[in-house]
Protein backbone atom coordinates (compact mmCIF):
# COMPACT_ATOMS: atom_id res chain seq x y z
CA UNK A 1 0.00 0.00 0.00
CA UNK A 2 1.54 3.30 -1.09
CA UNK A 3 1.55 6.02 1.22
CA UNK A 4 -1.12 8.83 0.88
CA UNK A 5 0.07 12.02 -0.91
CA UNK A 6 1.83 15.27 0.77
CA UNK A 7 4.28 17.83 0.59
CA UNK A 8 7.78 17.72 2.17
CA UNK A 9 9.34 20.45 3.64
CA UNK A 10 12.66 20.25 5.42
CA UNK A 11 13.26 23.44 7.06
CA UNK A 12 16.81 24.80 8.27
CA UNK A 13 16.83 26.52 11.32
CA UNK A 14 14.15 26.23 14.81
CA UNK A 15 12.73 29.87 13.37
CA UNK A 16 11.72 28.63 10.14
CA UNK A 17 10.32 25.05 12.05
CA UNK A 18 8.46 27.86 14.34
CA UNK A 19 6.91 29.86 11.33
CA UNK A 20 6.05 26.68 9.57
CA UNK A 21 4.05 25.44 12.58
CA UNK A 22 2.12 28.60 13.08
CA UNK A 23 0.75 28.67 9.57
CA UNK A 24 0.46 25.22 8.82
CA UNK A 25 0.04 23.44 12.45
CA UNK A 26 -2.90 21.38 12.18
CA UNK A 27 -2.40 20.05 8.92
CA UNK A 28 1.63 19.36 9.57
CA UNK A 29 3.18 16.46 11.40
CA UNK A 30 6.80 16.85 12.27
CA UNK A 31 9.43 13.58 11.16
CA UNK A 32 12.44 12.64 12.99
CA UNK A 33 12.99 8.86 12.21
CA UNK A 34 9.79 8.43 10.79
CA UNK A 35 9.47 5.16 12.12
CA UNK A 36 5.96 5.68 13.89
CA UNK A 37 5.07 8.47 11.46
CA UNK A 38 4.90 6.65 8.26
CA UNK A 39 3.56 3.53 9.66
CA UNK A 40 0.71 5.56 10.84
CA UNK A 41 0.17 7.09 7.39
CA UNK A 42 0.16 3.87 5.48
CA UNK A 43 -2.35 2.78 7.76
CA UNK A 44 -4.42 5.94 7.04
CA UNK A 45 -4.61 6.50 10.80
CA UNK A 46 -2.57 10.43 10.40
CA UNK A 47 -3.37 12.40 6.85
CA UNK A 48 -1.26 15.13 7.19
CA UNK A 49 -0.67 17.74 3.83
CA UNK A 50 2.94 18.37 5.49
CA UNK A 51 5.52 16.29 6.49
CA UNK A 52 8.30 18.46 8.04
CA UNK A 53 11.61 16.97 8.40
CA UNK A 54 13.71 18.07 11.26
CA UNK A 55 16.76 16.64 10.33
CA UNK A 56 17.83 19.22 8.55
CA UNK A 57 18.09 21.77 11.96
CA UNK A 58 21.13 21.77 13.11
CA UNK A 59 20.13 23.13 16.72
CA UNK A 60 18.20 19.53 17.12
CA UNK A 61 21.20 17.62 16.75
CA UNK A 62 23.15 17.80 19.96
CA UNK A 63 23.13 15.77 23.01
CA UNK A 64 25.38 17.37 26.15
CA UNK A 65 25.83 16.85 29.50
CA UNK A 66 27.71 19.07 31.96
CA UNK A 67 27.49 18.81 35.90
CA UNK A 68 25.25 21.71 36.58
CA UNK A 69 22.89 21.79 33.81
CA UNK A 70 22.32 17.79 33.75
CA UNK A 71 21.44 16.21 30.22
CA UNK A 72 19.88 17.87 26.85
CA UNK A 73 18.84 15.79 24.49
CA UNK A 74 17.38 17.68 21.57
CA UNK A 75 14.83 16.13 19.27
CA UNK A 76 16.81 14.62 16.13
CA UNK A 77 18.89 12.39 18.59
CA UNK A 78 18.51 8.68 17.69
CA UNK A 79 18.50 6.23 20.23
CA UNK A 80 21.37 4.36 18.98
CA UNK A 81 23.31 8.06 19.80
CA UNK A 82 21.95 8.02 23.08
CA UNK A 83 23.40 4.16 23.70
CA UNK A 84 26.61 5.55 22.62
CA UNK A 85 27.04 7.36 25.44
CA UNK A 86 28.84 7.22 28.11
CA UNK A 87 27.67 9.60 30.26
CA UNK A 88 24.03 7.73 30.05
CA UNK A 89 25.08 4.56 30.04
CA UNK A 90 26.57 5.46 33.82
CA UNK A 91 24.25 8.33 35.17
CA UNK A 92 20.83 7.78 33.57
CA UNK A 93 21.20 3.74 33.37
CA UNK A 94 17.05 3.69 33.07
CA UNK A 95 17.36 5.78 29.82
CA UNK A 96 20.43 3.73 28.24
CA UNK A 97 18.53 0.30 29.18
CA UNK A 98 15.19 1.88 27.79
CA UNK A 99 16.84 2.88 24.35
CA UNK A 100 18.55 -0.33 24.46
CA UNK A 101 15.22 -2.13 24.15
CA UNK A 102 13.23 -0.07 21.87
CA UNK A 103 12.33 -2.27 18.38
CA UNK A 104 16.02 -3.53 17.29
CA UNK A 105 19.17 -1.91 16.20
CA UNK A 106 18.62 -1.06 12.87
CA UNK A 107 15.17 0.91 13.90
CA UNK A 108 17.27 2.79 15.94
CA UNK A 109 19.69 3.83 13.47
CA UNK A 110 16.50 6.35 12.63
CA UNK A 111 14.32 6.50 15.61
CA UNK A 112 14.67 9.11 18.50
CA UNK A 113 14.10 9.92 22.08
CA UNK A 114 11.52 12.70 21.17
CA UNK A 115 9.94 10.71 18.72
CA UNK A 116 9.29 7.86 21.27
CA UNK A 117 8.09 10.12 23.76
CA UNK A 118 5.57 12.66 20.94
CA UNK A 119 4.30 9.69 19.56
CA UNK A 120 2.49 8.68 22.81
CA UNK A 121 2.00 5.31 22.59
CA UNK A 122 0.91 3.51 26.31
CA UNK A 123 3.42 0.97 25.95
CA UNK A 124 6.54 3.92 24.48
CA UNK A 125 9.83 2.37 26.49
CA UNK A 126 11.43 5.75 27.20
CA UNK A 127 8.91 7.19 29.08
CA UNK A 128 9.25 5.18 32.42
CA UNK A 129 12.84 5.96 32.03
CA UNK A 130 12.47 9.59 31.67
CA UNK A 131 9.57 9.61 34.31
CA UNK A 132 11.56 8.22 37.13
CA UNK A 133 14.50 10.97 35.98
CA UNK A 134 12.37 13.30 36.30
CA UNK A 135 12.37 14.61 32.84
CA UNK A 136 11.56 18.01 31.40
CA UNK A 137 10.54 18.61 28.00
CA UNK A 138 11.14 22.24 26.11
CA UNK A 139 8.13 22.88 24.02
CA UNK A 140 8.39 25.59 21.84
CA UNK A 141 6.18 27.86 19.29
CA UNK A 142 5.74 31.03 18.05
CA UNK A 143 4.56 32.40 21.02
CA UNK A 144 7.83 31.21 22.75
CA UNK A 145 8.77 28.33 24.66
CA UNK A 146 8.12 26.20 27.79
CA UNK A 147 8.95 23.63 30.04
CA UNK A 148 6.78 20.82 30.83
CA UNK A 149 7.40 18.06 33.38
CA UNK A 150 7.29 14.61 31.84
CA UNK A 151 4.36 14.09 34.32
CA UNK A 152 1.88 16.46 32.52
CA UNK A 153 3.03 15.54 28.74
CA UNK A 154 1.08 12.41 28.48
CA UNK A 155 -2.52 12.98 28.14
CA UNK A 156 -3.91 10.11 26.70
CA UNK A 157 -3.35 7.10 24.29
CA UNK A 158 -1.60 8.60 21.48
CA UNK A 159 -1.73 11.89 23.20
CA UNK A 160 0.43 14.92 24.50
CA UNK A 161 0.19 18.50 25.85
CA UNK A 162 1.57 19.83 22.97
CA UNK A 163 -0.85 22.15 20.82
CA UNK A 164 -1.16 22.16 17.09
CA UNK A 165 1.74 24.93 16.67
CA UNK A 166 4.12 23.84 19.38
CA UNK A 167 7.08 20.93 18.65
CA UNK A 168 9.48 19.44 21.13
CA UNK A 169 13.42 21.23 21.26
CA UNK A 170 14.67 18.92 23.85
CA UNK A 171 14.72 16.64 26.85
CA UNK A 172 16.03 17.81 30.00
CA UNK A 173 17.36 15.36 32.56
CA UNK A 174 18.27 17.17 35.85
CA UNK A 175 21.48 14.88 36.96
CA UNK A 176 19.92 11.97 39.58
CA UNK A 177 20.74 12.29 43.29
CA UNK A 178 23.86 11.27 44.87
CA UNK A 179 25.19 7.41 43.95
CA UNK A 180 21.75 6.96 42.32
CA UNK A 181 20.78 4.35 40.12
CA UNK A 182 18.33 3.75 37.77
CA UNK A 183 17.49 0.71 35.52
CA UNK A 184 14.66 -0.44 33.12
CA UNK A 185 13.10 -3.70 32.44
CA UNK A 186 10.84 -4.90 29.68
CA UNK A 187 8.67 -8.04 29.39
CA UNK A 188 8.11 -9.17 25.60
CA UNK A 189 6.84 -11.79 23.91
CA UNK A 190 10.15 -13.02 21.66
CA UNK A 191 13.77 -12.53 22.34
CA UNK A 192 14.62 -10.36 19.66
CA UNK A 193 11.75 -7.35 18.94
CA UNK A 194 8.64 -6.67 20.80
CA UNK A 195 5.88 -3.98 21.64
CA UNK A 196 6.68 -4.35 25.60
CA UNK A 197 3.90 -6.25 27.15
CA UNK A 198 4.98 -4.51 30.40
CA UNK A 199 7.92 -1.97 30.56
CA UNK A 200 8.99 -0.96 34.53
CA UNK A 201 11.78 1.40 34.99
CA UNK A 202 13.12 2.24 38.80
CA UNK A 203 14.92 4.56 39.89
CA UNK A 204 16.92 3.87 43.61
CA UNK A 205 18.80 6.49 45.90
CA UNK A 206 19.99 6.85 49.69
CA UNK A 207 22.20 9.81 50.84
CA UNK A 208 20.57 9.43 54.45
CA UNK A 209 17.43 9.68 53.12
CA UNK A 210 15.63 7.07 50.18
CA UNK A 211 14.71 7.97 46.75
CA UNK A 212 12.73 5.32 44.94
CA UNK A 213 10.41 6.01 41.96
CA UNK A 214 9.05 3.43 39.72
CA UNK A 215 7.00 4.37 36.35
CA UNK A 216 5.41 1.71 33.78
CA UNK A 217 4.89 1.50 30.32
CA UNK A 218 1.90 -0.62 28.81
CA UNK A 219 -0.17 -0.79 31.78
CA UNK A 220 -2.37 2.44 31.33
CA UNK A 221 -3.57 4.87 28.71
CA UNK A 222 -0.20 6.81 29.28
CA UNK A 223 3.18 5.53 30.82
CA UNK A 224 2.58 5.81 34.95
CA UNK A 225 4.76 6.47 37.81
CA UNK A 226 3.16 4.61 40.71
CA UNK A 227 4.14 7.67 43.79
CA UNK A 228 3.15 5.43 46.36
CA UNK A 229 6.63 3.17 45.98
CA UNK A 230 8.31 6.33 47.70
CA UNK A 231 6.02 5.64 50.96
CA UNK A 232 6.54 1.94 50.61
CA UNK A 233 10.65 2.92 51.41
CA UNK A 234 9.88 5.34 54.44
CA UNK A 235 8.62 2.98 57.22
CA UNK A 236 10.48 0.90 58.94
CA UNK A 237 11.23 -2.92 58.27
CA UNK A 238 13.75 -4.92 56.17
CA UNK A 239 14.65 -4.36 52.44
CA UNK A 240 13.39 -7.38 51.47
CA UNK A 241 9.81 -5.83 53.46
CA UNK A 242 10.03 -2.83 51.52
CA UNK A 243 10.32 -4.21 48.51
CA UNK A 244 7.22 -6.29 49.04
CA UNK A 245 5.71 -3.46 49.84
CA UNK A 246 6.12 -1.32 46.77
CA UNK A 247 5.18 -4.09 44.73
CA UNK A 248 1.93 -4.57 46.71
CA UNK A 249 1.27 -0.65 45.20
CA UNK A 250 1.63 -1.78 42.05
CA UNK A 251 -1.97 -2.72 41.37
CA UNK A 252 -3.42 0.01 42.67
CA UNK A 253 -1.53 2.50 40.62
CA UNK A 254 -1.91 1.01 37.04
CA UNK A 255 -5.02 0.08 34.96
CA UNK A 256 -3.71 -2.19 32.25
CA UNK A 257 -6.43 -3.58 29.67
CA UNK A 258 -6.16 -7.00 27.82
CA UNK A 259 -5.42 -7.11 24.18
CA UNK A 260 -3.71 -9.10 21.45
CA UNK A 261 -0.59 -9.46 23.37
CA UNK A 262 -1.72 -10.69 26.67
CA UNK A 263 -4.84 -9.67 29.58
CA UNK A 264 -4.94 -6.94 31.90
CA UNK A 265 -4.56 -10.03 34.82
CA UNK A 266 -1.39 -10.95 33.32
CA UNK A 267 -0.16 -7.24 32.97
CA UNK A 268 -0.68 -6.52 36.65
CA UNK A 269 1.47 -9.73 37.82
CA UNK A 270 4.22 -9.39 35.53
CA UNK A 271 4.04 -5.06 36.49
CA UNK A 272 4.70 -6.30 40.67
CA UNK A 273 7.14 -8.82 39.64
CA UNK A 274 9.11 -6.78 37.60
CA UNK A 275 8.63 -3.67 40.13
CA UNK A 276 10.78 -6.48 42.63
CA UNK A 277 13.18 -7.83 39.98
CA UNK A 278 14.08 -3.84 39.12
CA UNK A 279 14.40 -2.88 42.67
CA UNK A 280 16.00 -6.09 43.71
CA UNK A 281 18.72 -5.04 40.78
CA UNK A 282 19.07 -1.20 42.01
CA UNK A 283 19.42 -2.23 45.33
CA UNK A 284 22.41 -4.47 44.54
CA UNK A 285 20.43 -8.01 46.01
CA UNK A 286 21.16 -9.97 42.89
CA UNK B 1 1.56 17.58 -4.72
CA UNK B 2 5.04 18.77 -5.85
CA UNK B 3 7.88 16.53 -6.70
CA UNK B 4 11.80 16.71 -5.81
CA UNK B 5 14.51 16.60 -7.32
CA UNK B 6 17.21 14.24 -5.48
CA UNK B 7 20.87 13.20 -6.64
CA UNK B 8 21.61 9.50 -4.83
CA UNK B 9 24.84 7.42 -5.60
CA UNK B 10 23.71 4.15 -5.27
CA UNK B 11 26.31 1.25 -5.32
CA UNK B 12 28.94 3.98 -6.45
CA UNK B 13 26.71 5.30 -9.56
CA UNK B 14 25.19 8.90 -9.73
CA UNK B 15 21.09 8.81 -10.02
CA UNK B 16 19.70 11.73 -10.87
CA UNK B 17 15.57 11.35 -10.45
CA UNK B 18 12.50 13.56 -9.82
CA UNK B 19 10.46 11.78 -6.89
CA UNK B 20 6.90 11.78 -5.06
CA UNK B 21 7.37 13.08 -1.53
CA UNK B 22 5.43 9.69 -0.57
CA UNK B 23 7.97 7.71 -2.41
CA UNK B 24 9.72 5.59 0.19
CA UNK B 25 13.39 4.59 -0.50
CA UNK B 26 12.56 0.77 -1.05
CA UNK B 27 9.93 1.97 -4.11
CA UNK B 28 12.96 4.26 -5.31
CA UNK B 29 15.44 1.31 -5.61
CA UNK B 30 13.48 -1.14 -6.51
CA UNK B 31 11.19 0.67 -9.14
CA UNK B 32 13.63 3.70 -10.06
CA UNK B 33 16.69 2.46 -10.04
CA UNK B 34 15.66 -1.42 -10.99
CA UNK B 35 17.33 -2.94 -8.09
CA UNK B 36 15.20 -5.76 -7.11
CA UNK B 37 17.61 -7.75 -4.57
CA UNK B 38 16.07 -5.51 -2.11
CA UNK B 39 13.25 -7.01 -0.98
CA UNK B 40 9.46 -5.75 -0.02
CA UNK B 41 7.50 -7.04 2.54
CA UNK B 42 5.97 -6.16 5.76
CA UNK B 43 6.18 -2.13 4.83
CA UNK B 44 6.12 -1.42 8.31
CA UNK B 45 9.64 -1.88 9.93
CA UNK B 46 8.34 -5.18 11.11
CA UNK B 47 10.89 -7.52 9.28
CA UNK B 48 13.68 -6.04 8.01
CA UNK B 49 14.23 -7.42 4.21
CA UNK B 50 14.22 -3.78 2.92
CA UNK B 51 17.62 -3.14 4.63
CA UNK B 52 20.18 -0.93 2.73
CA UNK B 53 23.04 1.07 3.61
CA UNK B 54 22.56 4.83 3.98
CA UNK B 55 25.97 6.29 4.07
CA UNK B 56 27.22 3.10 5.30
CA UNK B 57 24.40 2.44 8.33
CA UNK B 58 21.89 -0.46 8.43
CA UNK B 59 18.54 1.09 7.25
CA UNK B 60 14.97 -0.39 6.75
CA UNK B 61 14.43 1.32 3.83
CA UNK B 62 10.28 1.50 3.81
CA UNK B 63 10.30 3.46 6.54
CA UNK B 64 12.64 5.86 4.61
CA UNK B 65 11.59 9.38 2.35
CA UNK B 66 13.21 8.88 -1.36
CA UNK B 67 13.61 12.81 -0.54
CA UNK B 68 15.42 12.36 2.45
CA UNK B 69 18.32 10.73 1.27
CA UNK B 70 19.33 13.39 -1.42
CA UNK B 71 22.98 13.81 -1.72
CA UNK B 72 23.47 10.14 0.26
CA UNK B 73 25.21 7.23 -0.80
CA UNK B 74 23.40 3.70 -1.15
CA UNK B 75 24.49 0.46 -0.67
CA UNK B 76 22.33 -2.43 -1.99
CA UNK B 77 23.04 -5.83 -2.08
CA UNK B 78 23.69 -5.31 -5.82
CA UNK B 79 26.77 -3.13 -4.70
CA UNK B 80 28.55 -5.96 -2.23
CA UNK B 81 30.57 -7.54 -4.57
CA UNK B 82 34.60 -6.97 -4.27
CA UNK B 83 35.34 -6.63 -8.16
CA UNK B 84 34.03 -10.05 -9.68
CA UNK B 85 34.53 -11.92 -6.19
CA UNK B 86 32.42 -12.44 -3.82
CA UNK B 87 32.97 -10.85 -0.45
CA UNK B 88 33.26 -12.72 2.23
CA UNK B 89 29.76 -12.85 3.79
CA UNK B 90 28.18 -13.91 0.49
CA UNK B 91 30.78 -16.45 0.00
CA UNK B 92 30.14 -17.45 3.66
CA UNK B 93 26.40 -17.68 2.92
CA UNK B 94 26.64 -20.22 -0.11
CA UNK B 95 29.19 -22.00 2.21
CA UNK B 96 27.18 -22.75 5.08
CA UNK B 97 23.81 -23.12 3.24
CA UNK B 98 22.38 -19.84 4.76
CA UNK B 99 19.44 -19.62 2.48
CA UNK B 100 16.27 -21.12 2.26
CA UNK B 101 13.42 -19.37 0.12
CA UNK B 102 16.23 -16.72 -0.19
CA UNK B 103 13.47 -14.23 0.58
CA UNK B 104 15.55 -12.51 3.67
CA UNK B 105 19.29 -13.09 2.40
CA UNK B 106 20.38 -9.72 0.62
CA UNK B 107 19.17 -7.93 4.07
CA UNK B 108 20.86 -10.86 6.28
CA UNK B 109 24.02 -10.14 3.89
CA UNK B 110 23.34 -6.69 3.78
CA UNK B 111 23.50 -6.25 7.74
CA UNK B 112 25.99 -8.53 8.45
CA UNK B 113 28.88 -6.95 6.32
CA UNK B 114 28.02 -3.64 7.85
CA UNK B 115 28.26 -5.30 11.55
CA UNK B 116 31.77 -7.02 10.50
CA UNK B 117 33.23 -3.66 9.25
CA UNK B 118 32.36 -2.25 12.23
CA UNK B 119 33.46 -5.19 14.22
CA UNK B 120 35.67 -7.33 12.49
CA UNK B 121 35.45 -10.23 15.44
CA UNK B 122 31.95 -9.78 16.51
CA UNK B 123 30.14 -12.76 19.60
CA UNK B 124 27.63 -14.57 18.54
CA UNK B 125 25.50 -12.25 20.94
CA UNK B 126 26.41 -9.19 19.44
CA UNK B 127 25.65 -11.19 15.45
CA UNK B 128 22.39 -11.77 16.87
CA UNK B 129 21.47 -8.47 17.99
CA UNK B 130 23.47 -6.75 14.93
CA UNK B 131 20.52 -8.67 12.84
CA UNK B 132 17.76 -8.88 15.56
CA UNK B 133 15.72 -6.52 13.48
CA UNK B 134 15.56 -9.04 10.39
CA UNK B 135 13.62 -12.21 10.31
CA UNK B 136 13.92 -15.03 8.53
CA UNK B 137 10.83 -16.39 8.50
CA UNK B 138 11.88 -19.71 7.25
CA UNK B 139 13.35 -19.72 10.85
CA UNK B 140 16.77 -20.72 9.25
CA UNK B 141 18.47 -18.50 12.02
CA UNK B 142 21.48 -21.18 12.62
CA UNK B 143 23.01 -21.07 9.28
CA UNK B 144 22.94 -17.71 8.75
CA UNK B 145 24.64 -16.55 12.11
CA UNK B 146 27.18 -19.06 11.41
CA UNK B 147 27.98 -18.03 8.28
CA UNK B 148 28.34 -14.72 9.67
CA UNK B 149 30.29 -15.37 12.46
CA UNK B 150 32.91 -17.51 9.90
CA UNK B 151 32.95 -14.86 7.52
CA UNK B 152 34.32 -12.92 10.59
CA UNK B 153 37.07 -15.37 10.63
CA UNK B 154 37.64 -15.52 6.95
CA UNK B 155 38.32 -11.43 7.32
CA UNK B 156 40.74 -12.32 10.14
CA UNK B 157 43.27 -14.74 7.83
Known amino acids: MPLPEFDYIRPKSVEELVSILAKHGSEAKLMAGGTDLLVLMRDRLVRPRYVVDIKGIGELQGLSWDEGRGLTIGAAVTLNEIIASEVIRERFGALWSAASELADPTVRNRATLVGNICNASPAADTAPALLVHNAEVEAVSAKGSRKIPIEDFFKGVKRTALGPDEFVKAVHLPNPPDGAKSWYLKWKRTWGEDLALVGVAGLVANSGKWIVRVALSSVAPTPVLVAEIQNAFEGGGTLEEKIEKAAASIPGGICPITDVRCNAEYRTHVAAILTKRVLRKLLGLG | ?157
Request: with cysteine; glycine share 10%.
Open chain 2, 1 to 157: MSKHKISVRANGQLYERDVEPRRTLLQFIREDLGLTGTKCACERGDCGLCTVLVDGVPTKSCLVLAVEVDGKEITTIEGLMEGEELNPVQRAFIEHGAVQCGFCTPAFIVAGGALLKRNPSPTEEEVKEAVGGILCRCTGYRQIIDAILDASKGAKK
